[in-house]
């Protein structure tokens, strides 16, 4: 076989059941092989323009996901299995359109896919099977620890829903960090407390870079694909490195363990110039690929707390994230599915500022977050939730456009997790689903937490005047147009009071600098 090309086995004329499986269902285990059978069954895989330009797709999202999808694909002739694969060259727009040209080509008895990550893509399925006459199976995910309808009968009669309890009730039935008497390991679920410092002034230590890999005769095709049939998407190419098998994508989990699982918790929050990897994982987009299952993680995570390779509050705040938040969103995406892009809470109305696409901003924070975004496809919790999220809430963005720009960029993006990130926890469009209150925050947060404003040409402690730091005037900008929301909150109220306690004349000149900041952004 070369190995820039994936061997087809042609399938049988007739088709019992046809596979689908879409770039975020890389899963070895899925429940979909479990009757397979490769004398009467072949699997479908399609590269469609739409997903990378209906729905824009950066370059390095989508070099990530058509080299990792033609790596499974090798695997999945390397096991003889009848495979029908649509790659970019054919330029086919759309997963209807590849499917409706399957169906028309072979008799196919059954189509089976597994629940898709992005809920458009279920009607579009049923519509096209519908239209061929059929029938479609679901295939229940059984990637994610939720059981299925777990989530589902745990919002029974939830007026709130908090990450908290839905957190706790799967530590309870995993046994994660979980005593044999049924307390939590360390007698406390959360330890935030210990976690979240800033770095001191000599930056990050002990900083182990992450293991890259470079690009394989595979990946090199798809790069020249990319460049060749989606030439505009943005960001840049020449530094893609990403793991794009299960190999490597196991070689990625452990080497975080070893290396910076230990410094996890401390510095969760914590941001620094230059420095994109800091002591995250990185496995974000292998785990929504479904090149790395959840309970793997979370075993291995565990079991380096046993073996007492990293102490309590850092492998918590780890498990926390993949076991509570990456659980708790999913469950919310699809409870709240028919919903979440018609969500607009703020009522908020304002083009997203273009400099989110280039990042030529004298804004250092902004800058860099989107530099490296471009660059690598990857931030971190904190720059997506306290520097660019936080930005476009306080900017008063269309929730829409900004869901659009993080479901681009991001190489972890899947709607099912971008989402309720993106219009809940960032934007508080949900008006309170995600999260109980608005995220925000002026240029002191970033301050504390990073070194960006020692080289901005802005002070973070200014609201007005032309050195004001813009996160500070659209903070105090923020809480002013929101003053009847904020109001009402016990954590946020007090800085309603902060604001009214402020001179006339300080409110004027914040008020202007923040319409200037409005009619000038490109140049800020
Ligand atoms: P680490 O910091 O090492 O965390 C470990 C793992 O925990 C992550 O790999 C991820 O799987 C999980 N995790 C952590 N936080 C969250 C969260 N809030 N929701 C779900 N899982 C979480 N994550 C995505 O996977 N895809 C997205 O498209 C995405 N969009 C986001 C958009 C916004 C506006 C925000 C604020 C957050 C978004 N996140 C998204 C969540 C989080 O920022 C990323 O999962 C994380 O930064 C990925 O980097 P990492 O693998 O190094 O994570
Ligand atoms: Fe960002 Fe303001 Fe700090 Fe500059 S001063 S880096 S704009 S927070």
Redesign the pocket.
């Known amino acids: 076989m070369d190995n820039a090309h994936i061997e087809c086995i042609a399938p049988a004329h007739a088709i019992d059941r046809l596979c689908l499986v879409l770039g975020d269902q890389l899963d070895d285990q899925s429940a979909l092989w479990a009757h397979f059978n490769g004398n009467t069954d072949a699997v479908w895989m399609a590269e469609v323009l739409d997903e990378s330009l209906d729905i824009v797709s950066s370059k390095q999202r989508t070099v990530l996901f058509l080299s990792a999808m033609r790596h499974f694909a090798q695997q999945q002739s390397a096991q003889q299995r009848p495979l029908i694969y649509v790659s970019l060259n054919q330029k086919v727009a759309s997963f209807a359109e590849a499917l409706h040209a399957t169906l028309h080509a072979h008799n196919v008895q059954r189509v089976c896919c597994v629940v898709p990550g992005d809920y458009r893509l279920v009607a579009s399925f049923k519509s096209v099977c519908a239209a061929h006459n059929v029938a479609l199976e679901w295939v229940v995910d059984t990637h994610f620890v939720s059981l299925p309808g777990e989530f589902e009968q745990w919002m029974t009669g939830r007026k709130q829903p908090r990450l908290e309890y839905w957190y706790r009730q799967l530590r309870k039935r995993t046994g994660i960090l979980m005593q044999a008497n049924g307390q939590p390991e360390g007698e406390r679920w959360n330890f935030d407390a210990d976690n979240r410092q800033a770095f001191a002034k000599a930056g990050p230590q002990n900083l182990t870079p992450p293991l890259r890999f470079s690009a394989d005769a595979l990946t090199l095709a798809v790069m020249h694909d990319v460049q060749t049939y989606l030439p505009n998407l943005p960001g840049y190419l020449n530094s893609f490195d990403w793991p794009v098998t299960r190999v490597q994508a196991l070689n990625v989990l452990a080497h975080f363990i070893e290396h910076r699982l230990r410094y996890f918790g401390d510095h969760q929050d914590a941001m620094w110039t230059s420095e994109p990897w800091l002591f995250?994982?990185?496995?974000?987009a292998m785990?929504?690929l479904k090149l790395l299952n959840p309970h793997e993680v979370l075993q291995s995570v565990q079991h380096a707390y046993v073996q007492q390779q990293a102490s309590l509050n850092a492998v918590e705040g780890?498990i926390r994230?993949?076991l509570g938040?990456?659980e708790y969103?999913r469950g919310l995406y699809w409870h709240y599915r028919h919903d979440w892009l018609e969500f607009n809470a703020l009522d908020a109305h304002r083009a997203l500022p273009s400099l989110y696409w280039h990042g030529q901003t004298k804004m250092v924070c902004l800058h860099h977050s989107i530099e490296q975004v471009l660059t690598h496809g990857y931030g971190?919790?904190i720059q997506?939730?306290m520097v660019t999220?936080l930005f476009a809430l306080l900017w008063g963005a269309k929730p829409q456009q900004v869901h659009e720009w993080?479901l681009a960029m991001?190489v972890?993006?899947?709607a099912w997790?971008?989402v309720p990130?993106?219009l809940g926890?960032?934007q508080f469009a949900d008006g309170g689903i995600v999260g109980s209150k608005p995220y925000i925050a002026s240029g002191a947060y970033i301050n504390r937490m990073s070194n960006y404003c020692k080289q901005c040409p802005y002070k973070p402690t200014l609201a007005s005047g032309e050195q004001a730091c813009p996160f500070t005037t659209l903070y105090w900008d923020f809480v002013r147009r929101h003053e009847s929301l904020l109001a009402g909150h016990p954590r946020l109220g007090m800085q309603v009071k902060n604001w009214q306690q402020k001179t006339p004349s300080q409110q004027h000149d914040i008020g202007e600098r923040a319409q200037w900041l409005f009619e000038h952004i490109e140049s800020v």
Do not use: C, K, P
């Open positions: 995250h994982s990185h496995i974000s785990l929504n780890f994230q993949v938040w990456r969103v971190h919790h997506r939730l999220g993080y991001f972890d993006a899947v997790v971008e990130n993106t926890m960032s």
